[in-house]
């Protein structure tokens, strides 16, 4: 088998530089067994967060010759012969070491989502949902939380003061989750507009793009929570319907 | 430089005014380049780029034509034929080669398309999937994913003009009345004279035409919210739940819609130019 050629960006927060390896291709390989084998045998100093190799727990976010993808859903057969790989941090997020990033701000931002609010139990005590009142939730909650979205949205990527204000895709999927809940009492629109910069996505789908589980933020959650919110802010016909007909799909809902 | 956003939520609780801290400016990894994409990510902003554009080069002929947009009687001849372009129609103008309701009197001297291409136009412009294509190829705002834009600063959709974005649902109501409209053309196109049924290449052209407008009309993201997507209780709205099923199925496809519809529409009135004009002659099947 050829050798791979893999440049590896090495530093931290006070500088650093793409480095290059080489090392033997091997048969049945993904991007991360090559970075474990370089840090095996030729940087036993490099820094790389992994865990199930096996693309369900997020952990081994990089971006694989630009583009945001996990190292361990990337086979190294992809590649032509020849072609070198470079393996960069995740540009979105501050850097800690080599490959690894320091991803708070996605939590911080998750703390902010205000928690489901359930409606008062039925009377015999209990809740009751049907299976087509959840069905659309069930696909956000595939997300594993590798931040890929939220590394290749440009919104925070390419402004990162915008991060003062813009929650992003992997949180907006969350709010679409909650705002679509049969249960749920909370309503977040004027918080996802004002606050959490729902505005701000252009809807470039980008997110959609990067995202390993295959999620369908941008049509499934996005555009679903601009629309929510063009009915409940710049509709004038269903500002009219809620005042006529006293109701609206917010009516058990309360704005938080 | 570091700096720290200063409304902090200091018990980690939901609190409407306060944002947690998130630190920006903090060093990234990676080289500063406008990206280290290795594949040929410009081919397809370029190709948006040139499809949109000459859409709106052919567009703006079209409709500055005014004249040679309805086959009927032409030069004195009469072509047999009952097309009318699509982007005059529904023709609403006293100096329309033909009429469908006269609503703008004589004082109407411009091209009666100019009115008409406002309400598609503005549809397509606020459309969600044509949004992504001119934010990427006109605008760079990205021109690829994990491509740095050229913008020092970004509001996107949250501040005017762009904002007006959210307008889309309303030109969807005036785009199901233009499909509408658009079917009946397609209708009509089977007349033929002294009341005769029959099918030339122009009505099947019309007939598809109508087929792809009402494709991209109702797999609208607006349609697939009023159609069901603002309920929460599908379980309580069967029949709503039906229809927000049914435009699922094609919302996915709205880009190929977006631009079939697109190709389309432009065809079909290049095509009722060139039999309007008696460039060609449209081939009768039955």
């Known amino acids: 088998m050829p050798d791979l050629n893999v440049k590896l960006w090495r530093g931290d927060e006070n500088g650093g530089e793409l480095v290059d390896y080489k090392i033997e291709a091997q048969e049945g390989e993904v991007v991360l067994d090559v970075v474990h084998r370089i840090q095996a045998t030729q940087a036993p100093d490099l820094a790389v967060r992994w865990n199930c190799k096996a693309g369900k727990c997020g952990s081994c976010s990089a971006e694989i010759n630009g583009k945001p993808s996990l190292m361990c859903m990337t086979r190294t057969n992809v590649f032509e012969p020849g072609q070198t790989i470079t393996i960069t941090p995740m540009k979105t997020f501050p850097i800690i070491r080599d490959l690894v990033t320091d991803v708070s701000f996605n939590f911080k931002m998750l703390k902010q989502v205000p928690a489901l609010k359930p409606k008062p139990k039925e009377k015999d005590g209990t809740y009751r949902m049907f299976q087509q009142d959840i069905d659309r939730g069930q696909e956000f909650r595939k997300c594993i939380e590798c931040f890929l979205c939220q590394d290749v949205c440009h919104v925070i990527r390419d402004h990162d003061d915008n991060k003062m204000h813009y929650a992003g895709p992997r949180l907006f999927i969350r709010y679409a989750d909650l705002e679509m809940h049969p249960l749920d009492t909370n309503d977040r629109l004027d918080l996802l507009q004002d606050k959490m910069g729902l505005g701000m996505c252009n809807i470039t789908k980008c997110c959609t793009e990067v995202c390993p589980e295959h999620i369908h933020i941008t049509d499934n959650a996005i555009i679903p929570l601009k629309e929510r919110v063009v009915g409940d802010r710049y509709d004038p016909l269903a500002w009219l319907g809620k005042k006529i007909f006293k109701k609206s799909k917010t009516s058990e809902k309360q704005k938080v | ?286």
């Open chain 2, 1 to 286: 430089m570091t700096t720290t956003n200063t409304e902090t939520d200091s018990n980690n609780s939901f609190n409407n005014s306060a944002i947690t801290a998130v630190e920006i400016g903090k060093p990234k990894g990676g080289p500063n380049v406008k990206t280290l994409r290795q594949d040929r990510w410009w081919i397809q902003p370029t190709l948006t780029f040139i499809g949109l554009f000459l859409f709106v080069v052919y567009g703006s002929w079209a409709a500055i034509r005014n004249n040679d947009y309805y086959t009927a009687n032409i030069l004195g001849r009469t072509i047999g034929r009952n097309y009318l372009s699509p982007f005059y129609s529904p023709c609403i103008a006293n100096n329309c080669q033909y009429t469908t309701v006269p609503i703008l009197g004589s004082w109407y001297k411009l091209s009666p398309a100019i009115i008409i291409l406002i309400f598609p136009m503005g549809f397509r412009l606020s459309c969600y999937y044509y949004r992504k294509a001119y934010y990427r190829s006109f605008w760079f705002s990205p021109p690829a994913c994990a491509v740095k834009e050229p913008h020092k600063k970004y509001s996107g959709e949250s501040k005017f003009p762009l904002i007006m974005n959210n307008i889309h649902r309303y030109f969807w109501y005036a785009a199901v009345l233009f499909a509408a409209i658009l079917t009946l053309d397609a209708i009509n196109a089977f007349r033929f004279p002294n009341g005769s049924i029959g099918m030339g290449l122009g009505t099947l052209i019309f007939v598809i035409n109508a087929v792809l407008i009402w494709l991209y009309t109702l797999s609208c993201h607006s349609c697939r919210h009023l159609t069901g997507g603002r309920i929460n209780l599908f379980s309580k709205a069967p029949i709503r739940h039906w229809f927000w099923k049914k435009v699922s199925i094609i919302n996915p496809h709205h880009m190929l819609y977006a631009w079939l519809s697109l190709v389309w529409i432009a065809f079909t009135d290049f095509y009722v130019y060139l039999v309007a004009s008696g460039t060609i002659h449209d081939p009768r099947f039955f």
